[in-house]
């Protein structure tokens, strides 16, 4: 399964590749990053219909994650991946908008990576 992470700190990158280790070895997981909202969606055209999953941030410089949602959700329409939203601020605001707007799930920081991965195998797509 191909997974977009997207998120302004850089270091979720190794975090990631760390807590994933055994099933990126494998082949379960393959993990893409981006480190804005503007990255995010040039690697979307670049690779239309590869990515899977979006694991986006909300609170980014630039585009937030709630703004790079409402662009998957109109300029991708025919094959959507899954967009599963991670904040460090669990207000039932942000919450509430990102499902409105589409996305498939809601994670709050820091991540529960036990957790994470047991949503991510339960993904019919996997």
Known sequence: ?????????E???SLFEQKFRKEIRS??????FAFSGEEALQ???EHPSEVVMI?????????SGIELLKSIRKDFPTAPPQVMMITAYGDSQNHD???KLGADDFLTKP???PE??????QLPLS
Do not use: H
């Not at 399964?1 to 700190?9: F, H, P, Q, R, S």
């Not at 082949?27 to 893409?32: E, I, L, R, V, Y």
């Not at 994470?116 to 195998?121: F, I, S, V």
């Open 1 to 9: 399964m191909k997974i977009l992470v997207v998120d302004d700190e």
């Open 11 to 13: 270091d979720v990158r």
């Open 27 to 32: 082949g379960q997981f393959a993990f893409s």
């Open 43 to 45: 690697f979307l055209a």
């Open 55 to 63: 694991l986006s941030d909300i609170n980014m410089p630039g585009m």
């Open 97 to 99: 908008q990102a499902m």
């Open 111 to 113: 991540v529960n990576f």
């Open 116 to 121: 994470l991965k047991e949503k991510l195998m």
